[in-house]
């Protein structure tokens, strides 16, 4: 028989989220395909592979909206040049905020994207990303 890690928490839930719209971002690859294989690997607790899919389908219904938010609060990067990573934590969060905004309080979507910034971006990501998105909050830029 065999055995699969479990999946626990929604900070590890966004983590396949964020591989998901990353390999569809750097290599065009469906994103609900890479993350229902990542589905296959780990077992879930409290549906949190449902939440996790809630975040990626509304950032993929949503792209050309959530791109303009970005661009929007953050002028002086240009889209395609802002890191891969840090891109796609911006797209969750926001995609979170918008539409899945009944799910998780926004302190906490902010403070997940900031700790996914911290593992998985650079040096700088943390605070760019929670500069963006506190611009976000102050703003509220709707969609």
């Known amino acids: 028989m065999e055995y699969k890690s479990r999946i626990y928490s929604r900070r590890e839930a966004r983590v396949l989220g964020l591989q998901a719209l990353c390999e569809y ?6 994103a609900m395909e890479v993350l229902e294989r990542g589905f296959n690997r780990y077992e879930f607790e409290n549906n949190f592979h449902i939440f996790a899919g809630d975040i990626v389908a509304n950032v993929l219904e949503n792209f050309a909206s959530i791109d303009t938010i970005i ?5 002086d990067w240009p889209l395609m040049q802002i890191a891969i990573v840090d ?10 905020l918008v539409w899945c905004k009944d799910k998780v309080p926004e302190k906490a979507v902010l403070n997940e994207a900031v700790e996914l910034a911290k593992r998985f971006g650079s040096e700088n990501s ?4 929670n500069g963006v ?6 703003v509220g830029i709707t969609v």
């Not at 971002?25 to 469906?30: A, E």
């Not at 943390?126 to 990303?129: G, H, I, K």
């Open 71 to 75: 661009s929007e609060l953050a002028p």
């Open 87 to 96: 891109r796609n934590i911006l797209r969750m969060a926001i995609a979170e």
């Open 25 to 30: 971002d750097s290599v065009g690859h469906d």
């Open 133 to 138: 998105l506190g611009s976000y909050m102050k």
């Open 126 to 129: 943390p605070s760019f990303v």
